[in-house]
T-cell receptor, first 117, second 113 residues
Framework: GAVVSQHPSRVICKSGTSVKIECRSL??????MFWYRQFPKQSLMLMAT?????????EQGVEKDKFLINHASLTLSTLTVTSAHPEDSSFYIC?????????????FGNGTRLTVT | GQQLNQSPQSMFIQEGEDVSMNCTSS?????WLWYKQDPGEGPVLLIA?????ELTSNGRLTAQFGITRKDSFLNISASIPSDVGIYFC?????????????FGKGTKLSVKP
């Protein structure tokens, strides 16, 4: 079945540094990918929609200059957390639909646990 | 922003028991989805519902899209230990199963062998 691969699964970084998270669709192409954030024992909150070949669309309250998104190919989207701070520590999850139709199922990666010290 | 009310927040049941959880919304949703998330992993889609009144099964799981379009439930029959995890409902006001999803806060299921 459709697989979304996310890397790294865990990362610890120092405050002020930047971290890049990759999201790949392994056996299908995705013109759109979605980035979510999940705090402990909380629900998933959509951060942004990544669009292949064009700018990402950010949800209200999400700083686009802090969370840089690049969707350079049909199988790869990256999220870079710039100048990370402890409050950015969270579980980041990407997802991709298996087709272009809006009813195409949304498959999630296994997430990246970011800890900023 | 828009939120889904998911209940119960947690359940601790005996193996073999049936499980029921539900989500409600104050506004009409045109799509309801149910996901399961294991610790440290991403959610896995269990069932997708696109029509009011729709009742869909996936093995021991059954979910329904409420007639009012403001609620959905998920039932698990004859629970087994591997059913342990957090179950999330997700809805879309605009329809479709993609990025414009709103997630419930989850139901944590624990199963005692």
């Amino acid at each position: 079945g459709a697989v979304v691969s996310q890397h790294p699964s865990r990362v610890i970084c120092k405050s002020g540094t930047s971290v890049k998270i990759e999201c790949r669709s392994l056996d299908f192409q995705a013109t759109t990918m979605f980035w979510y954030r999940q705090f402990p024992k909380q629900s998933l909150m959509l951060m942004a929609t990544s669009n292949e070949g064009s700018k990402a669309t950010y949800e209200q309250g999400v700083e686009k200059d802090k969370f840089l998104i690049n969707h350079a190919s049909l199988t790869l989207s990256t999220l870079t957390v710039t100048s990370a701070h402890p409050e950015d520590s969270s579980f980041y999850i990407c997802s991709a639909p298996t087709g272009d139709h809006r009813y195409s199922p949304l498959h999630f990666g296994n997430g990246t646990r970011l800890t900023v010290t | 922003g828009q939120q889904l009310n998911q209940s119960p927040q947690s359940m601790f049941i005996q193996e073999g028991e049936d499980v029921s959880m539900n989500c409600t919304s104050s506004s009409i949703f045109n799509t309801w989805l149910w996901y399961k998330q294991d610790p440290g992993e991403g959610p896995v889609l269990l069932i997708a519902l696109y029509k009011a009144g729709e009742l869909t099964s996936n093995g021991r799981l059954t979910a329904q899209f409420g007639i009012t379009r403001k609620d959905s439930f998920l039932n698990i029959s004859a629970s087994i230990p591997s059913d342990v995890g957090i179950y999330f409902c997700a809805g879309s006001e605009r329809g479709g199963s993609q990025g414009n999803l709103i997630f419930g806060k989850g139901t944590k299921l624990s199963v005692k062998p």
